[in-house]
């Protein structure tokens, strides 16, 4: 017979929400249980913010290097090993792992088990120890913290050719000599500017009007620009029809472009097109969880799923994909458990980075998305060649833009796509988590020289 345990507690998934769920609950008293059929950290520390942003600041010490002589250093030839580039990402990813995995162990009250759950009933998980045999978990409060997994598009023949997604594109033992990026959102252009600073030549093919489609239209006409000038090929209004292997072992794609069907070859293929719920294989309908058509988890706005005592947090439950989020969904769940609150996403204050470089950050309205909410505002416009910092830098690419309220002179959102443009970004944000006026920020006496001053700048205008 299949033993079964009962826990105050059962956490599915060790992402950026379930962890520190699954410690907290255990901390306050509740027996709690966390199951993982993967790696420990979820997809930020396995395969996404951590081992990307470790290559990122690779591709960007080539890049510099490269234009060393801009700043009157004189290097020699410059060449990237990328078998090197990707141990660095292996070895900080498993740091990052290792930690979170002791953790886990070392917590009192909290049991970790590796193997794959599924509901048998509302309260009621099977897990499969991975090959060791099953384990029936029964729990008063269920979490779900499963994320996602990428999604390949309907494209004729995708499934013969050996295309890459955002996790094996880590893992190549070589530079591509020609990447074709199959979309135009920030995944695909991470990794497009990555890979031509490595070496590559690169082509990106986005099926809409602009790249990053949540973008206003200048914001993604700059980031293009940039792309372009590092020698990268945009190809917008862009849909793949099929795909093939080439006669030399790489890709061959037709595609329906403006100008008429064209094809295009390369030695492999990013597809960076969207992703799906790992919802899939938990057989929510056992334990009668609503999903929208697309697999994601219904919640209400304190994150519970239709069945009472079951949460999901995270990529799971669709809307922003992003880490902070998930995170912040676990400060939601912890604050209503266990410190008696009230805490809701409705409202929540969104922000994040494209790192792409320089960087695009952004946080709350975009300007269209002021426009169709009907506000009445106004916009703050300067190019980073008015920063005096990023002129020193020799990094004045880019613009910053504020959207602004224009009768209670609050800010609504920002684009900031310059040399930290995510850091710079989190100040705005800060300001509108505080409620300040725009004309905080422009009066206030920020040290010199740096970065931030430039807001002095920016909102003087208005």
């Not at 009962?6 to 255990?26: E, S």
């Not at 994601?296 to 519970?304: A, P």
């Not at 069945?307 to 902070?324: C, L, R, S």
């Not at 505002?377 to 880019?398: I, Q, T």
Request: glycine share 12%.
């Amino acid at each position: 017979m299949t033993e079964t345990r009962h826990y105050d507690a059962a956490v599915i998934g060790t992402g950026q929400g379930g962890k520190p769920l699954a410690t907290a609950l255990a901390g306050a008293g509740y027996k709690t249980v966390i199951i993982e059929r993967g790696n420990v950290g979820g997809s930020c520390v396995n395969e996404g913010c951590t081992p990307t942003k470790t290559m990122v600041a690779s591709a960007r010490a080539a890049y510099l290097a490269r234009r060393a002589s801009d700043y009157g250093v004189e290097t020699g030839p410059v060449n990237v090993d990328i078998k090197k580039v990707r141990q660095r990402k292996r070895d900080i990813v498993q740091t990052f792992r290792g930690g979170g995995e002791k953790q886990l162990q070392s917590t009192e009250d909290l049991d970790f088990l590796r193997g794959e759950a599924s509901f048998a009933g509302p309260k009621e998980l099977e897990v499969d120890l991975n090959g060791d045999g099953n384990l029936r978990v029964s729990a008063d409060k269920i979490f779900i913290n499963t994320g996602t997994r990428p999604s390949a598009p309907p494209v004729e023949g995708l499934e013969d050719v050996p295309f890459l997604d955002n996790r094996s594109v880590m893992e190549l033992s070589e530079v591509p000599e020609h990447l074709l990026v199959l979309g135009g959102g920030y995944v695909g252009l991470e990794f497009g500017q990555m890979f031509r600073r490595f070496g590559s030549r690169v082509t990106i093919i986005q099926r809409g009007a602009q790249l990053l489609p949540r973008e206003d239209e200048d914001v993604a006409e700059g980031v293009a620009d940039i792309l372009r000038e590092e020698g990268i090929e945009v190809l917008l209004e862009t849909s793949a029809l099929s795909a093939a292997r080439s006669g030399d072992g790489g890709v061959r794609l037709e595609m329906r472009a403006p100008e008429g069907e064209r094809t295009l070859e390369g030695s492999h293929l990013l597809v960076a097109t969207g992703r799906v719920p790992n919802t899939d294989r938990l057989n929510l309908a056992a334990a009668g969880i609503k999903t929208d058509e697309s697999g994601f988890v219904r919640v209400d706005e304190r994150l519970e799923t239709s069945v009472p005592g079951v949460w999901a947090m995270g990529d799971v439950k669709g809307g922003p994909a992003f880490t902070h989020i998930s995170y912040d969904d676990f400060n939601v769940i912890r604050a209503n458990l266990l410190d008696g609150g009230e805490e809701s996403i409705k409202g929540r204050l969104v922000s994040y980075t494209v790192y792409t470089d320089p960087q695009l950050g952004r946080v709350g309205l975009s300007e269209r998305e002021a426009r169709e909410q009907g506000f009445d505002f106004r916009v703050a416009r300067m190019p980073m060649k008015r920063v005096a910092r990023a002129l020193e830098s020799d990094e004045s690419r880019g613009f910053m833009k504020v959207i602004v309220d224009a009768k209670s002179s609050r800010m609504l959102g920002a684009a900031i796509l310059g040399i930290e443009g995510g850091e710079l970004m989190s100040m705005i944000h800060i300001a509108m988590l505080g409620d300040m006026p725009f004309t905080t920020l422009r009066d206030a006496p920020l040290a010199h020289p740096t970065l931030a001053e430039s807001f002095n700048n920016l909102f003087a205008a208005i």
